[in-house]
């Protein structure tokens, strides 16, 4: 078990990471302003639930002969291009759910009233982002050993106590970025012509992180 000294330098790296613009955290936004603050936790769960999948594959070792393989890298970096890909499409597609003579005080249901798609939907968003994009594993295979003392017990162990600690940091960033972002979309979600905007906006930041992984590089 890491130290409580250890633990809580590790929980402010994390939320300094969480913090720094990245593919999950622009997600969350977008998917939030698009789609309301339950959505956008939705996805938060998600990414988390994918960071399940990562952390038990470092603390079993099977983290370090993903990374020696440029094939599997290669094959998951296009499968996780391809899913923002298809994002990029149906935002772009998305039609205004507002009708353009609704007035900007009418009574069409707020943002975060419900999930459009339904929650496990988007919680699927979230798990297949992240799962899909192998720069997460192979960070996570070279940053959270070094949190982890082989003085203190076992290293599987610790790995995995330090992945639940990186989540909840995770989860309280992205849970905060999902409530600001709902909130800001509700104001934009009245407008139709708004509503178009922020699709073509979030269409064009997801086509751009699946170009960026696309030619990512171990």
């Given at each position: 078990?890491?130290?409580?000294?250890?633990?809580?330098?590790?929980?402010?790296?994390?939320?300094?990471?969480?913090?720094?613009?990245?593919?999950?955290?622009?997600?969350?936004?977008?998917?939030?302003?698009?789609?309301?603050?339950r959505a956008g936790m939705c996805v938060v769960l998600g990414l988390c639930l994918g960071l399940v999948?990562?952390?038990?594959?470092?603390?079993?070792?099977?983290?370090?002969?993903?990374?020696?393989?440029?094939?599997?890298?290669?094959?998951?970096?296009?499968?996780?291009?391809?899913?923002?890909?298809?994002?990029?499409?149906?935002?772009?597609?998305?039609?205004?759910?507002?009708?353009?003579?609704?007035?900007?005080?009418?009574?069409?249901?707020?943002?975060?009233?419900?999930?459009?798609?339904?929650?496990?939907?988007?919680?699927?968003?979230g798990v297949v982002m992240n799962l899909t994009n192998p720069k997460v594993l192979i960070f996570f295979?070279?940053?959270?050993?070094?949190?982890?003392?082989?003085?203190?017990?076992?290293?599987?162990?610790?790995?995995?106590?330090?992945?639940?600690?990186?989540?909840?940091?995770?989860?309280?960033?992205?849970?905060?970025?999902?409530?600001?972002?709902?909130?800001?979309?509700?104001?934009?979600?009245?407008?139709?012509?708004?509503?178009?905007?922020?699709?073509?906006?979030?269409?064009?930041?997801?086509?751009?992180?699946?170009v960026r992984l696309a030619t990512a590089e171990r």
């Amino acid at each position: 078990m890491p130290s409580i000294e250890t633990l809580v330098a590790f929980f402010g790296v994390s939320v300094l990471l969480a913090l720094t613009p990245g593919p999950d955290n622009l997600c969350v936004l977008l998917q939030s302003a698009q789609r309301g603050w339950r959505a956008g936790m939705c996805v938060v769960l998600g990414l988390c639930l994918g960071l399940v999948g990562h952390t038990t594959a470092v603390a079993l070792g099977l983290a370090a002969v993903f990374a020696a393989s440029a094939v599997a890298f290669t094959v998951l970096k296009f499968c996780g291009a391809a899913y923002l890909a298809y994002l990029a499409w149906g935002a772009l597609r998305a039609p205004a759910s507002v009708p353009e003579e609704a007035p900007a005080t009418g009574a069409a249901m707020a943002p975060g009233a419900r999930v459009p798609g339904g929650a496990l939907r988007m919680v699927g968003r979230g798990v297949v982002m992240n799962l899909t994009n192998p720069k997460v594993l192979i960070f996570f295979l070279a940053f959270l050993p070094q949190f982890a003392d082989p003085a203190r017990g076992g290293m599987a162990r610790q790995i995995l106590v330090l992945g639940v600690v990186f989540m909840l940091a995770t989860f309280l960033v992205f849970g905060a970025i999902a409530c600001f972002s709902g909130a800001f979309g509700a104001l934009l979600q009245r407008s139709a012509r708004a509503q178009r905007m922020l699709n073509r906006v979030a269409g064009l930041v997801f086509l751009g992180l699946a170009v960026r992984l696309a030619t990512a590089e171990r």
